[in-house]
């Protein structure tokens, strides 16, 4: 190909003994595949035992086809895929890891099949698993991992989504009977897009506030019974959502309750419970605490949901790739034969460093599913690491799902009109994970979390801070908690700590120079962390209403949180190429590493450059080298989208792959 | 609102006389109607009155809705609505401006329908009408324009998309029958994505390459009948393109020809003509030129569908501006009630910059528009207003329809979950039209387009440039003739000119300055297109293939078309307030032009900085105006999308909006 002999762009310093690799396929899958290759091996196997179901999705009408997902998840899961993080006395696979694994793998194939698991197994079984204690699970585990009983998640309100702790459903305690009594008290208070309920949840997990005695004790969940025999028991209500974007192999509904009355065991009392004579009782003393302890050990959904979003980047990727190294259009090179789209060097710019990105988050994922194995497995223990988890976690959801819907976007228009067609995937992958951006915790309001979390962090004081939900960091009580917590200055001299060679140090790094990259992420992410804390402080200082105060620097703490994962992701893709052998493949990867981290440098540099981190001069030379990056990664494309793994049968497209 | 009473953000100097302006919905509507206010009502009523087809969208069979919405443009045909830019003698309006303002107007509606509406009346009509003379008129426009004869315009083919002059398809001459016999000669040369084609066209304007007497003389355009009485007609092959993405309500299908006989008088024979014994004849000697000027005439199309986009994304900036302004999360301000989304930074951030870039469009848009207007109506001759407009529609067409896409999606992630649902039109708006982005021509390859068109604008010479396709900008042979033309060091004059005031004047000029914006604008794109200049002709001058050297430059091609199409934009807004009389509305669209000014340098501004006209200081006084700039725009926005004339019919969205 023409452009892939081309002399490099960069400084021939940096050249030095650069010779182009070739890439293993093979091998490289082996690498992305990581510990759980089995696993995704049967995930694969299943995905094209039951592609049928890719087509079903766009010609069944859609009450047909939430039965046909619901009877396919079921036959997934008699496969052992989807249960394989519950206790293997109950039929589950007792590994953790093995679970996010298969969930990821299984975003390669329709999303509506990928959902309705998670509704089942993550949220409804998660609930069960991880609020409730023995009992519920004698009773309701080995039913829910073989599906034959569905269940469902029923927290979001109508008037609440991302503010879970102000949920207006209430369930009292009626001493007389050892009952609760669950009402919906007002029109927002109604649950709504819960999965599984419109059609096919026998149970929900319903999340309220639980009163006793007259006193309120913040929100806890309960096992309510929903359907019997498929009618829809006394007292409850249900509406269908309807028509979605996507995802309408998924029955999203409404659930309103009119005293409807579950016995006291229904109580997932792992955290608190109520005696029966209608005492209050938990381990947790502090009620904020207690909430964020509950919501905590369901991170699962969020960094299955940011491992479905990469996977789906990698499902548009493969076929964009793939059809722009086959498709020509007009005669650039050797007139008359037209050229292929992936030599045009804007080709290239639109598509290769969202090749590079997608390998670095999944790296990033890697690490975050393994934090989450050793965790929620007993294998570290501690406050801290439950903390750093859920800010990985959010901080990776986010990151990776708008990857997924700008890359899907970008990647969809780099087909041209073919593009279009249904059969080609795009519409299903645009349609389906649109709300990916927004469910499992909004993207910013999950960044957010994530500045709160450095802040009070770094101020190295972390009692009583509710980490995981975000209600407080935007109330305007806790702009001064956080800001208290955080000695600012001791975050301005990090700032300084962290460059070791003083002012002159970016100067002698060369681009390409890992370190160099690490650095300037890091001097990033501080002093932008820095700023905030430091702008928020001023503003209540001077007296300022604490809401305005939060409001004006909103986006400085977005942008904050956003340097500091993608720091955390250029840290996972360089430590992942720091243990490989020297070769070919090392030197693949170190291109992709290179794309990601400078093609992030340049897309912010006016920051670095405005904070004096970034010459001119340099910068402009960041865009060159991206540019050179670009052409030496082009000849691997195909086979770099090759080792993601994605099964043929799953890319469809057969106008644009022939 | 705790955030309006703030005192602004900006230095106290630019802040002089400042008073927050009310916002007259009513007569800003007027404004923005302008000149074709009746048009617009009348297709606003219209829209009311088959408000029922946005629902029938989700509900109904493919086939139904396909037929459901060939009959609703029927019976808007009948009130005069599409028909508006056809001569009065056959029936239509005679107006050209009002076509299109009917068209933006219908894009607030189910696009599906604004689609078959284009395909019928814009480029079926409009081929009939532009390529063809009075026997073509006289035989077709009537019943055309009626809707009683249904047509397609089958131009694209598998093989080629945007490079239409390399088309598979054949019509040969046959002196002895005096009839065109068409051929598909190839796989590749088969047409697709033929609105129209699938179900409803009776007649095609087809394209195909023309040869008499062994020899080849380009693309020409075709009347074709392809049914009657519904039925195919012999050595025709429809087949259906079948599920898309979106715009389902359009039968889109592939046509391929096998032996297929017309008469001699079916070819369209404006430009060119083939005598009854076969001697081809054209009042355009060169090919090129003839090829450029027949694609020429159907620019109307680009107009219409950057329009479309503009006013699609007024529809979601019209739902998730006022979810903004009453849906409440999180309390910041005053505990316990919480904070409006509107009130957050953050939430102005996100939606204010592209509330304000849709009235900048808007304006820009009004600008094409009377452009093609004037042209079209004769009003206003010579090439060179041809190629201004031609290059004016591809900018506006390329930048209008990026920003539907990216507002539609800021929009439907800023509604959160309920954005999801198909009642909220997020879904519709989505799915519909995200192909605008690459089809009446891909957006890359219009602004690649646009650069060409510049590079030899500036050089002052004209004569046989292609300045419609974009073939022969991309090929290397052109790259070379481009360079020829286009003298270097005259653009490097014109950037040093193009600043009066020296180095010096941007410390002096006052951000909102309207000269300083202006000035900032056109020091970019002057800038960036004498570096394109100089980067081809040192590519070639260095013996690099003219292909490859394309290919190295090309993102800055890009980028130099964007920055001169963004100045367009400006200067379109400010040339729009310079005439407007002093008072409310003045101050507040002067908010929004503010807004768009600056936002547009702050997303680009390492450029500036880094081209020596944006000090770090000034790039973060520019960061501070913008938040500033937002806060002032948030208690108009409500009133600013109400301006639009979205009919409330057309937002849905019950639960959104109440």
Same mark, same amino acid.
């Given at each position: 190909m023409a452009t892939d002999t081309s002399s490099p762009a960069s400084a021939p310093a940096t050249e030095t003994g650069y010779q182009q690799p070739t890439v293993d396929v093979g091998s490289l899958?082996?690498?992305?595949d990581g510990r759980y290759r089995d696993v995704r091996e049967l995930v694969r196997t299943n995905l094209v035992t039951y592609d049928?179901?890719?087509?079903?999705?766009?010609?069944?009408?859609?009450?047909?086809?939430?039965?046909?997902?619901?009877?396919?998840v079921v036959e997934m899961a008699a496969t052992g895929q989807t249960g394989m993080g519950f206790p293997s006395e109950y039929g589950g696979g007792g590994d953790i890891g093995a679970s996010v694994a298969a969930f990821e793998t299984l975003a390669f194939g329709d999303l509506s099949v990928l959902v309705k698991v998670g509704v089942q197994f993550g949220l409804f079984g998660g609930a069960i698993l991880q609020l409730g204690t023995r009992r519920h699970h004698d009773a309701y585990l080995r039913d829910l991992i073989s599906g034959r009983t569905m269940g469902c998640f029923a927290m979001t309100e109508v008037g609440h989504g991302s503010n879970v702790?102000?949920?207006g459903t209430v369930a009292t305690y009626d001493a007389e009977t050892a009952e609760f009594v669950l009402t919906t008290t007002t029109p927002e208070a109604r649950k709504d897009w819960i999965g599984n309920a419109a059609r096919h949840a026998e149970l929900g997990a319903v999340f309220a506030q639980l009163e006793v005695g007259g006193e309120r004790h913040g929100v806890h969940c309960f096992v309510v019974p929903l359907r019997r025999d498929g009618d829809v028991l006394p007292g409850i209500t249900i509406e269908d959502d309807g028509l979605k974007m996507g995802l309408n192999g998924v029955d999203n509904g409404r659930i309103t309750f009119d005293g409807v009355r579950v016995p006291r065991e229904n109580l997932l009392n792992r955290f608190a419970d109520v005696t029966e004579?209608?005492?209050?009782?938990? $381990?947790?003393?502090?009620?904020?605490?207690?909430?964020? +302890?509950?919501?905590? #050990?369901?991170v699962q959904g969020r960094v299955c949901v940011g491992g479905a979003g990469i996977n789906a980047a990698k499902v548009a990727l493969a076929i964009a790739v793939r059809y722009a190294d086959r498709r020509r259009q007009f005669e650039a090179t050797n007139p008359p034969e037209e050229d292929l789209l992936l030599d045009y060097g804007q080709h290239q710019r639109r598509l290769l460093p969202l090749l590079a990105r997608t390998y670095a988050l999944h790296f990033a994922q890697e690490v975050v599913a393994d934090e989450l194995h050793q965790v929620f497995s007993g294998l570290e223990a501690g406050e801290e690491?439950?903390?750093?988890?859920? $800010?990985?976690?959010?901080?990776?959801?986010?990151?990776? +799902?708008?990857?997924? #819907?700008?890359?899907?976007?970008?990647?969809?228009?780099?087909?041209?009109?073919?593009?279009?067609?249904?059969a080609n995937r795009f519409a299903a992958l645009k349609a389906d994970t649109d709300v990916f951006t927004t469910f499992e915790g909004d993207n910013t309001v999950l960044l957010q979390l994530v500045a709160k979390g450095l802040l009070t962090d770094y101020a190295g004081e972390f009692e009583d801070m509710d980490q995981f939900g975000t209600v407080r960091f935007v109330a305007g009580l806790a702009v001064e908690t956080v800001i208290e917590k955080t000695a600012v200055h001791k975050l301005i001299e990090r700032v300084r700590d962290v460059l070791p060679g003083g002012d002159e140090w970016d100067q002698e790094a060369g681009l390409l120079d890992p370190d160099y990259q690490r650095m300037m992420f890091r001097f990033r992410e501080e002093h932008m962390l820095a700023g905030v804390a430091r702008r928020l402080k001023r503003g209540i200082d001077q007296g300022m209403n604490a809401g305005e105060v939060f409001s004006r620097v909103q986006d400085h703490v977005i942008a904050a949180a956003n340097a500091h994962v993608e720091r955390l992701v250029l840290d996972a893709f360089l430590d992942k190429l720091a243990g490989l052998p020297d070769g070919d493949q090392k030197v693949a990867l170190s291109l992709l590493s290179d794309l990601f981290a400078l093609s992030t440098i340049e897309a912010d540099r006016a920051w670095w450059i405005e904070h004096g981190r970034l010459s001119v001069t340099r910068s402009k030379a960041i865009s060159r080298e991206v540019n050179g990056l670009c052409r030496k990664v082009r000849p691997l494309a195909v086979d770099l989208v090759d080792a993601f793994g994605v099964p043929r049968e799953m890319l469809r497209s057969p106008e644009l792959l022939g």
């Open positions: 899958l082996e690498l992305l049928a179901v890719l087509e079903d999705a766009e010609q069944m009408p859609t009450d047909d086809f939430r039965d046909r997902v619901r009877d396919l702790q102000a949920l004579d209608g005492v209050y009782e938990s $381990s947790i003393e502090n009620p904020n605490r207690r909430f964020f +302890t509950m919501l905590g #050990t369901l690491s439950r903390r750093r988890l859920e $800010s990985r976690a959010a901080g990776t959801k986010a990151l990776g +799902t708008w990857h997924a #819907t700008r890359t899907i976007q970008e990647c969809r228009e780099a087909c041209g009109g073919q593009g279009y067609r249904a």
